[in-house]
C-alpha cells in the first residue's frame, strides 16, 4: 500500500484551501441559480401570509436577509468541512492511488453519502425555508440523517480495509446500503403542506440545488487533488 508523501499538516492545509474554493464556487452558483428560484418562492410566501392575514413586511425582511446571509456563510462553512473529510481520509486512510483518483473518489463517495442520501429522504421544501420553526424541525431531521449515513460509510470503509477480497467493495457498498435503508424507514417523515406553490417551480428550484451541491462535491474533488499532486512533486 502506498503511503501518502505529505505530512498530515500539510494535507489538511491544502484540503482547507481547497474546501475555501470549492465553498465559494457553491456560494455563487446559489446566488446564480438558486436564489431566483428561492425569491419567486418567497413572493409565493407574501402572498400566502397576506392571504391569511399575518404578513409583517418587516418581520418578513429579516428573515429573508438573514438567509441569504446564512446560505453564503453555509456554503463556505460546507467547503471547510468537506475539506477537512477529504483531508483526513487521504492523511490517515493512505489510499493507493494518486493524489488525484484518491481526491475523485472521496468526493464521489461523500457527494452520494452526504448530500444524494440525505436529500432523497429529506428533500428541500419551501416552508423548511421560510417558517422557523419548519425549518429547525426539517434541519434537525437532515443532520440526523446525514450523519447516520456518513458514519456508516466511514465506519463499514474502515471495518473492510482490512480485508483483501477483491469483492470487499462491492461487500462494504451492500452492507452500507443495507444499514442506510434501515435508517430510510427507522428516521420519522417530515412532510409539508406545499399546495400554494408551484409544483415546477419546486421542481427548478430543486434541481439547482442538486446541480450546486455535485458542482461542489466535484469542484472539492478537483481542486483537492490537484492541490494534492502539487504538494507531492514538492515535497
Do not use: C
Request: charged share 10%.
Amino acid at each position: 500500500m502506498i503511503e501518502p508523501s505529505m505530512q498530515p499538516a500539510k494535507v489538511f492545509a491544502l484540503s482547507i484551501l481547497a474546501g475555501l474554493i470549492a465553498g465559494g464556487v457553491l456560494a455563487g452558483l446559489g446566488m446564480a441559480i438558486v436564489m431566483p428560484y428561492t425569491g419567486m418562492l418567497a413572493e409565493m410566501r407574501i402572498d400566502e401570509l397576506v392571504e391569511q392575514g399575518v404578513f409583517d413586511e418587516e418581520e418578513f425582511g429579516h428573515q429573508a436577509q438573514a438567509l441569504y446571509a446564512s446560505q453564503a456563510a453555509g456554503s463556505i462553512a460546507l467547503g471547510l468541512a468537506g475539506g477537512a473529510i477529504a483531508g483526513g481520509i487521504y492523511a490517515f486512510g493512505r489510499p493507493g492511488t494518486s493524489p488525484l483518483r484518491a481526491a475523485f473518489a472521496i468526493a464521489g463517495v461523500a457527494w452520494f453519502v452526504l448530500y444524494v442520501v440525505p436529500a432523497v429522504k429529506y428533500p428541500p421544501g419551501p416552508l423548511a425555508v421560510f417558517d422557523p420553526a419548519a425549518a429547525g424541525q426539517y434541519q434537525a431531521l437532515l443532520a440526523g440523517y446525514t450523519a447516520v449515513s456518513g458514519l456508516a460509510a466511514l465506519s463499514i470503509a474502515a471495518g473492510f480495509r482490512k480485508i483483501k477480497r477483491k469483492e470487499k467493495a462491492l461487500g462494504a457498498a451492500a452492507l452500507y446500503l443495507a444499514v442506510i435503508a434501515a435508517a430510510f424507514f427507522a428516521f420519522p417523515s417530515y412532510q409539508e403542506d406545499d399546495s400554494f406553490y408551484s409544483q415546477p417551480l419546486i421542481n427548478q428550484w430543486r434541481a439547482g440545488i442538486a446541480a450546486a451541491a455535485t458542482v461542489f462535491w466535484f469542484t472539492l474533488g478537483t481542486v483537492t487533488g490537484l492541490l494534492w499532486q502539487h504538494g507531492k512533486s514538492r515535497r
